[in-house]
């Protein structure tokens, strides 16, 4: 691998529109793999989750290929980890969709439920509140952003100790309903809309995030 060009994996686990994903994340500045590896993925500078569709489904198929355990296995090492729309929501406790409860990754406590808004799914282009201190907004705060979904984590339920960083969260809003719309909390970033599909606000978005993979410690996990 280059070394002015970090690597990224792109999980491949059956969900996402993981070629859009691939050639954005490329011209974002990264080399990238498209797998479902497991030492692969472990052994790359940033890990990619895409997804779209069901959350439970989505679960399914990255248990599938370990996925829960290779995003659990970065972050332990503070490695940097990706989520994109489902591949967001997963990383929640769970997911309730149609009466029915899944297990997701655990890495944040709270719930992913349908948007409560007249018009469901949400989808085109949006706003968002970033909050102050944003490294993954980091000039395109005011920018829209495209979302395809009708699902999200409407509360944040984390909290933090004075001894760890609280996470920066960033808000959207659809028919007056109030969700999570991307999070930075450490190695672990995600957003719920598609940064693939929002033009050059996106892909200054995934610039972003590349770009702390050249300054992050690459400790193996």
């Given at each position: 691998?280059?070394?002015?060009?970090?690597?990224?994996?792109?999980?491949?686990?059956?969900?996402?529109?993981?070629?859009?994903?691939?050639?954005?994340?490329?011209?974002?500045?990264?080399?990238?793999?498209?797998?479902?590896?497991?030492?692969?993925?472990?052994?790359?500078?940033?890990?990619?989750?895409?997804?779209?569709?069901?959350?439970?489904?989505?679960?399914?198929?990255?248990?599938?290929?370990?996925?829960?355990?290779?995003v659990g296995r970065r972050l332990a090492g503070g490695r940097p980890v990706l989520g994109i729309c489902v591949?967001?929501?997963?990383?929640?406790?769970?997911?309730?969709?149609?009466?029915?409860?899944?297990?997701?990754?655990?890495?944040?406590?709270?719930?992913?439920?349908?948007?409560?808004?007249?018009?469901?799914?949400h989808m085109g282009w949006n706003s968002v509140e970033a909050p102050a201190g944003t490294e993954l907004f980091a000039g395109v705060e005011d920018e829209r952003f495209y979302f395809v979904h009708s699902?999200?984590?409407?509360?944040?339920?984390?909290?933090?100790?004075?001894?760890?960083?609280?996470?920066?969260?960033?808000?959207?809003?659809?028919g007056g309903d109030r969700f999570v719309a991307a999070v930075e909390n450490g190695p672990l970033w995600a957003t719920q809309f598609h940064p693939e599909k929002s033009g050059d606000a996106g892909a200054a978005l995934l610039r972003n995030w590349v770009a702390t993979l050249r300054t992050a410690d690459h400790t193996a996990a």
């Open positions: 691998m280059s070394p002015s060009r970090p690597g990224v994996v792109v999980l491949d686990y059956g969900s996402g529109n993981l070629r859009s994903v691939v050639r954005a994340v490329e011209r974002a500045g990264a080399e990238v793999t498209l797998t479902p590896d497991f030492e692969a993925g472990l052994a790359a500078d940033g890990l990619v989750v895409p997804g779209v569709g069901a959350y439970a489904a989505c679960m399914a198929g990255l248990r599938a290929v370990k996925g829960d355990r290779l591949g967001m929501q997963v990383l929640f406790e769970r997911g309730v969709e149609h009466g029915v409860e899944s297990a997701g990754c655990d890495e944040w406590p709270g719930t992913v439920s349908r948007l409560q808004a007249d018009v469901v799914p699902y999200a984590a409407r509360s944040w339920d984390l909290v933090t100790t004075g001894h760890t960083r609280e996470p920066l969260v960033t808000w959207a809003e659809h």
